[in-house]
């Protein structure tokens, strides 16, 4: 059974500063990873996505990575600002005959206090 | 277009009570979900239906029914659900595909938030 980490549970740093959010997973036989960010009782957006043919994918000041062969991903934030303020969760895709299945870690949650 | 619709986006419902919770996208995506997320937890997978037929359920009682009618809807009945039901339940669509290589990003609505009284 796939299993997500996500490494720290919780971070908070002053505005300006650049971040590294980790995430692990068991089962290298992923299909893709996906980052999301969820604000409080609202539902997830979309970060980036990474195919599992892919090492990086890049949007404005984020960066992820992704090393299958070692089951890990790291989401970058550059120059943090306060409204990167969030939960950021990490989740795998697996394909199986019934169709795919996405599988969360249970979340970093970032404060960048001004 | 990038827009998973979730009505209502809250709920208030008595243990006795049917209701049903709707999701909609036009993105033209051919698998959907239904996932319960509770406070400080991540989302957890009840239901995945793929070209309108159910493909996984992970064994959620039957006090929740999922139906998808057609390609873009996709609904969850609720009858006779307890106070732990309580939580925010999430709809995401991907692009689907009976074969690997055609599904990709998933896309999330904003929750309905449920509470049972």
């Known amino acids: 059974k796939q299993e997500v980490t996500q490494i720290p549970a919780a971070l908070s740093v002053p505005e300006g500063e650049n971040l590294v959010l980790n995430c692990s997973f068991t089962d290298s036989a992923i299909y893709n990873l996906q980052w999301f960010r969820q604000d409080p009782g609202k539902g997830l957006t979309s970060l980036l996505l990474i195919q599992s043919s892919q090492r990086e994918q890049t949007s404005g000041r984020l960066n992820a990575s992704l090393d299958k062969s070692s089951g890990r991903s790291t989401l970058y934030i550059a120059a943090s600002q306060p409204g990167d303020s969030a939960t950021y969760l990490c989740a795998v895709k697996v394909w199986e005959t019934s169709g795919s299945r996405l599988t969360f870690g249970e979340g970093t949650q970032l404060t960048v206090n001004p | 277009d990038t827009e998973v619709t979730q009505t209502p986006k809250h709920l208030v419902m008595g243990m006795t009570n049917k209701k049903s919770l709707k999701c909609e996208q036009h993105?033209?995506?051919?698998?959907m979900y239904w996932y319960k997320q509770k406070a400080k937890k991540p989302p957890e997978l009840m239901f995945v239906y793929s070209y309108e037929k159910l493909s996984i359920n992970e064994s959620v009682p039957s006090r929740f029914s999922p139906e998808c009618p057609n390609s873009s809807l996709l609904n969850l009945h609720l009858h006779a659900l307890q106070p732990e039901d309580s939580a925010l339940y999430l709809c995401a669509s991907s692009r689907g595909g009976l074969v690997r290589g055609r599904d990709t990003e998933a896309f999330f609505g904003q929750g309905t938030r449920l509470t049972v009284v």
């Open positions: 993105m033209g995506h051919r698998a």
